[in-house]
T-cell receptor
Framework: DPKIIQKPKYLVAVTGSEKILICEQY?????MYWYRQSAKKPLEFMFS???????DNQTASSRFQPQSSKKNHLDLQITALKPDDSATYFC??????????FGPGTRLTVL | GEQVEQLPSILRVQEGSSASINCSYE??????FPWYKQEPGENPKLIID?????ERKQIQELIVLLDKKAKRFSLHITDTQPGDSAMYFC??????????????FGKGTKLSVKS
């Protein structure tokens, strides 16, 4: 059974629209993260949360907003989508100070 | 912020030989160095890691070396098999007080093992 669930697996959006990427982890971890991977850039850290609090934000744009409604959830809302936002978005989790495990990813294409 | 350089970007080896991937980092405060393997269309999977209180770690055919003075760390895969073919990423992070800081990744090495 997958321990980190990301929905949807594939997502196609039009420029200017808004989407929410879902992430749930069932590893009992208290820290969750978002990373982005595209052909142009390697794996790139975006956000980290610990006990549902934002710990680090390396995303310059406010169009990217993480949302943690439950301890094991960290969704990513992206507004005013641009073609450059096309990438695979990976959610990850860990115990604080522990190993980070990645989810299966959501591949976003913005037309 | 931290920068991680990874070389080579492409590595082709013969089955049964060894493969080595080298990474360097800039932030002397970095103290945690994981390695991830990523197959096409899949997520990165943690394969081995080393912390700054160690110089060498081995898990089966995987060996990681860390030289804190030179700010370099490396992954060595001995007796490579076709199943080892994948992208490999090194990363560096500063862990303090039991909390994780962001992982800064290298650009990746595409390893191809020919049989």
């Amino acid at each position: 059974d997958p321990k980190i669930i990301q929905k949807p697996k594939y997502l196609v959006a039009v420029t200017g629209s808004e989407k929410i990427l879902i992430c749930e982890q069932y590893l009992g971890h208290n820290a969750m993260y978002w990373y982005r991977q595209s052909a142009k850039k390697p794996l790139e850290f975006m956000f980290s949360y610990s006990y549902q609090k934002l710990m680090d934000n390396q995303t310059a744009s406010s169009r990217f907003q993480p949302q943690s409604s439950k301890k094991n959830h960290l969704d990513l809302q992206i507004t005013a989508l641009k073609p450059d936002d096309s990438a695979t978005y990976f959610c990850a989790s860990s115990q604080p100070g522990g190993l980070e495990y990645f989810g299966p990813g959501t591949r976003l294409t913005v037309l | 912020g931290e920068q991680v350089e990874q070389l080579p970007s492409i590595l082709r080896v013969q089955e049964g030989s060894s493969a080595s991937i080298n990474c360097s980092y800039e932030d002397s405060a970095s103290n945690y160095f994981p390695w991830y393997k990523q197959e096409p269309g899949e997520n990165p999977k943690l394969i081995i890691d080393i912390r700054s209180n160690m110089e060498r770690k081995q898990i089966q055919e995987l060996i990681v070396l860390l030289d804190k003075k030179a700010k370099r760390f490396s992954l060595h895969i001995t007796d490579t098999q076709p199943g080892d073919s994948a992208m490999y990423f090194c990363a560096a992070s500063v862990m303090t007080g039991g909390s994780n800081a962001k992982l800064t990744f290298g650009k990746g090495t595409k390893l191809s093992v020919k049989s």
